[in-house]
């Protein structure tokens, strides 16, 4: 899987860009008793700003639950996460909402968009949720469509796209409001391997242009080429953490062949 | 964030409809029946309405209702008179008399006998003659429901339709005779007998031979006098009863609403129709909610507040239970319009329609209650779970 000599968990990234996210000893714990589950049982990890980190292993080893306590919508039991500067556990559950709204964009393996809003409205609404007047919310969605090659489809329905071209919607709506973090679940399998190869493109060139970080949990091995570091989990903990080709995949897209606009 | 609450709930038109649907159906039932319950207990106290003049009504302590008939000494119309206060006071004769009428048959009849000097407590409206023709030989008035229905003479044909009574027929009251001088329009009483007017005198000749015929005592208050100050004073001098115009129609109400099942039957269809409708919009609402956890999680995990959550299905809430109440109301009332020439009760007060919007209300709340609870403890992890 790797396409590099695996490393120790480095706490800067090569280019030397600030940590944006810093974990250590994560727990995480569901159920209690005999029941009890844990899904994180010491998790350390740093993401650079800038960088694109991909979570990597099999089903059930806390990748979604790691990647739920970095974007701040679950709490972990133990050890220490700072995101972006802050640490959720020691802010309040609204201010820890009002974070996410201003900071986190999510995109999801489902994709998530409302069915009865058109594409324009979708990609409005974390800029609704962030109090930007609608008028100009739809306005700048409409810019954002525009961007990933979809700007004549913003009064149709999602359903009326195609996985690729929802996919491209989910991330217009999770760069709209300029966050600093984007966590992305399982991005590209719902989507055949061309498609999907173009949403990570698309990923991998936002992700350079607006210097976030990008926190992409997948099964999909095709993607890994993207990834500027892969975070292998197995039961609760990071195995190794391995350099991807990422940057060589971005400077491949910024020589001109981003290929956003197909399907 | 509202409009796309709106929007969320205006597309997905199935659930939309449904939602729609319980809310009018609760809506209407509850507006409808309540109207029918307000009619028939307007129309208990119909000749109460009707008789506009009086502003007390004296009667036999024991009376409980307009119906209910003991009559007084005539002498009881003399110390009425004489209590302070008292600018007028007239007799009235109240009771049930037989008609027999022109092809053989029977029909009880009310007769109201008017006093025969000023006639106080006559019609509301005269359709044909006038009420001064009372004092002509033998004059009766009939109302005109009781004209056209049951006093109505039989056909001219086998098998043709029954001709109404009309000024210039005559009729027997009590083997006497009565000759129609007038047709009035009355408002429908909860008695479905005609109404008959006639001089106090006559009334008294026309009624069985009774040692007390004088069945109520109408009394107009000087000007500025306190009606309830007044009416203690006539009940103090008389040993009488004594009611305000207003207490006299809650009295009647009251007694239909604790001695018959009228309230029971309404009230029956009323809690059905509230319990139809909420668990229709309670349950269509909670299944719209469901339906959009994923979207509310998604909300939640993009950071919206559990406030802006919350107000986005009050608003879907609201917005679904005025236009249910808006479209419940126009149905019951277009039922009522089209009712409006049948002998249908139907009665729609501003505090009906405004009970009518508080029932919706609390159907709205608690459909609303149901689906907040379920997305405020939502735990926006959710989202991520394929």
Redesign the interface.
């Known amino acids: 899987m790797s396409t590099a000599p695996s490393t120790p968990a480095p706490t800067v990234k090569p280019s030397g860009s600030p940590v944006a996210i810093r974990c250590r000893a994560v727990t995480k714990t569901y159920g209690a008793g005999q029941s009890a589950v844990r899904a994180l049982r010491g998790v350390d990890l740093d993401v650079h700003q800038g960088e694109l980190m991909m979570l990597v292993g099999p089903s059930g080893c806390g990748k979604?639950t790691l990647?739920?306590v970095i974007?701040g919508?679950?709490d972990r039991d133990g050890g220490e996460c700072v995101v972006l500067g802050d640490d959720f556990a020691t802010m309040r559950p609204?201010d820890v909402?009002?974070?996410?709204?201003?900071n986190?964009g999510?995109v999801?393996?489902?994709f998530?968009l409302?069915p009865?809003?058109s594409i324009a409205?979708n990609v409005a609404?974390?800029l609704?949720?962030?109090g930007v007047p609608?008028a100009q919310a739809v306005s700048r969605a409409k810019d954002m469509l525009a961007l990933v090659g979809l700007g004549d489809r913003v009064n149709d329905v999602p359903n009326r796209l195609s996985g690729g071209q929802q996919q491209r919607v989910a991330i217009s709506r999770g760069l709209v409001h300029h966050p600093r973090l984007l966590v992305c679940?399982?991005p590209t399998s719902a989507l055949d391997h061309a498609t999907g190869q173009r949403v990570m493109e698309l990923l991998r060139g936002v992700a350079l242009d607006r210097d976030l970080s990008l926190v992409v949990?997948t099964h999909d091995a095709r993607i890994f080429e993207f990834a500027d570091r892969i975070a292998e989990m197995d039961d609760g903990r990071i195995e190794r953490i391995t350099t991807g080709q990422g940057h060589r995949v971005a400077e491949s897209i910024h020589g001109g062949a981003r290929g956003v606009n197909g399907k | 964030m509202l409009s796309i609450a709106l929007k969320m709930l205006f597309r997905d038109k199935a659930k939309y409809f449904g939602i729609i649907m319980g809310v009018t159906l609760a809506s209407m039932v509850i507006t409808q029946q309540g109207a029918i319950f307000i009619g028939l207990m307007s129309r208990t106290f119909a000749p109460i309405t009707d008789m506009g003049n009086p502003d007390i009504w004296v009667m036999d302590s024991k009376v409980q209702f307009i119906d209910d008939t003991k009559p007084l000494q005539d002498t009881a119309l003399f110390r009425v008179r004489g209590v302070e206060g008292v600018a007028w006071a007239a007799p009235l004769y109240k009771g049930f008399i037989r008609a027999r009428m022109a092809d053989g048959q029977f029909q009880n009849c009310t007769v109201v006998g008017l006093e025969d000097a000023t006639l106080t407590g006559g019609p509301p409206l005269m359709l044909a003659g006038r009420l001064e023709d009372l004092r002509q030989a033998d004059a009766v008035i009939v109302d005109a429901i009781g004209a056209s229905t049951r006093l109505a003479k039989p056909p001219l044909q086998p098998g043709g339709a029954p001709r109404p009574l009309v000024v210039g027929d005559t009729m027997e009251l009590n083997d006497k005779r009565g000759v129609v001088v007038g047709i009035s329009q009355n408002t429908r009483s909860f008695q479905s007998q005609p109404t008959v007017y006639t001089t106090y005198s006559r009334a008294t000749t026309y009624a069985p031979r009774e040692r007390k015929l004088l069945t109520f005592i109408l009394v107009n208050a000087q000007p500025g006098e306190d009606l309830q100050e007044l009416c203690n004073r006539i009940s103090r001098v008389s040993g009488l009863a004594a009611y305000t115009r207003d207490q006299f129609k809650w009295k009647t109400v009251t007694y239909f609403i604790e001695n018959t099942g009228i309230p029971i039957n309404f009230g029956i269809a009323v809690t059905l129709g509230f319990v139809i409708g909420t668990v229709i919009t309670g349950f269509m609402f909670y299944s719209f909610t469901v339906d959009n956890l994923r979207y509310f999680g998604t909300l939640k995990a993009m950071g919206a507040t559990d406030r802006v959550l919350l107000s986005m299905i009050m608003l879907q809430s609201l917005v679904v239970g005025g236009i249910g109440y808006g479209l419940g109301v126009g149905l019951a009332s277009f039922f009522g319009y089209m009712s409006r020439h049948t002998a249908l009760a139907f009665r729609l007060p501003w505090q009906l329609l405004f009970a009518s919007a508080s029932a919706v209300l609390i159907i709205c709340l608690l459909s609303a209650m149901l689906s907040i609870r379920k997305v405020i403890t939502l735990e926006p992890a959710i989202v991520f779970k394929g």
């Open positions: 979604t990647i739920s974007a919508v679950l609204n909402t009002r974070f996410r709204a201003r986190v999510f999801f393996q489902s998530n409302i009865t809003l409205e609404v974390p609704l949720i962030n609608r679940d399982e949990v």
